[in-house]
């Protein structure tokens, strides 16, 4: 069966400071792979998606990137926080297609 | 551009009624998907029921069924015999043919009353 694992659940970093989002996939191959980020009391903004390895689209210009290094891999970064960064991030996958998206179990960030 | 509409930011239900929670979305494709997504206060994000938009035929997951009237771009989702359980976020979720991902509705928050 497939998994999706995603970490650290917390993160509180200072304005300014890295960001480094971790998600990987286990029990399939070549699944396409999401960022959102769900502010509080809103739904759910996508951020990035891929198909495929290197293959990163970006949905909202921003702060934030996302790479994928490796089939099942997907990191979403920032070289420095905004406050406005805050917000629970979540990674999903799914086959390629209409496909079900599965999500993580999200990481609540906090930029004090 | 698609959209998804959820016009309801919050409802309530007392357990073991019936509610219906509103969608609506506006596409001009002929081929795509809608989801019904539920995230419980661990915000885990779970898949409540999917509908093909070729399928005349409503989709039923258990107590969960939806209303899908193509036409007019609705996909409701009625809860029956609702549960403590079943107080959670619900998202809408468009998948058109035209671009890789969900576009989700903003939620609806919904209360079960013991």
């Known amino acids: 069966s497939q998994t999706i694992h995603q970490w650290p659940a917390t993160l509180v970093q200072p304005v300014g400071s890295p960001l480094s989002l971790e998600c990987t996939v286990e029990g399939t191959s070549n699944p396409n792979l999401y960022w959102y980020r769900q502010a509080a009391g809103r739904g759910l903004q996508l951020l990035f998606y891929s198909v495929g390895i290197g293959q990163i689209s970006s949905e909202v210009p921003q702060n934030l990137s996302a790479s994928r290094p490796q089939d099942r891999q997907f990191i979403l970064s920032s070289k420095k926080l905004l406050l406005s960064d805050s917000g629970f991030y979540l990674c999903?996958?799914?086959?390629?297609?209409?496909?079900?998206?599965?999500f993580g179990a999200g990481s609540r960030l906090t930029v004090l | 551009a698609q959209t998804v509409t959820q016009s309801q930011p919050e409802m309530s239900v007392q357990e073991a009624e019936t509610v219906t929670l509103s969608c609506t979305y506006d596409?001009?494709?002929?081929?795509?998907?809608l989801f019904w997504y539920k995230q419980p206060p661990s915000r885990q994000m779970i898949l409540v029921i999917r509908?093909?938009?070729?399928?005349?035929q409503n989709a039923t997951e258990n107590r969960f069924s939806v209303n899908f009237q193509k036409a007019a771009k609705s996909f409701s989702l009625k809860i029956s015999d609702s549960q403590l359980g079943d107080a959670a976020m619900y998202f809408c979720a468009y998948y058109g043919g035209s671009q890789g991902n969900l576009i989700f509705g903003k939620g609806t928050k919904l209360s079960v009353k013991p």
């Open positions: 999903a996958w799914s086959r390629q297609g209409p496909n079900v998206l599965t």
């Open positions: 596409t001009s494709e002929s081929d795509y998907y």
């Open positions: 509908q093909e938009a070729y399928k005349q």
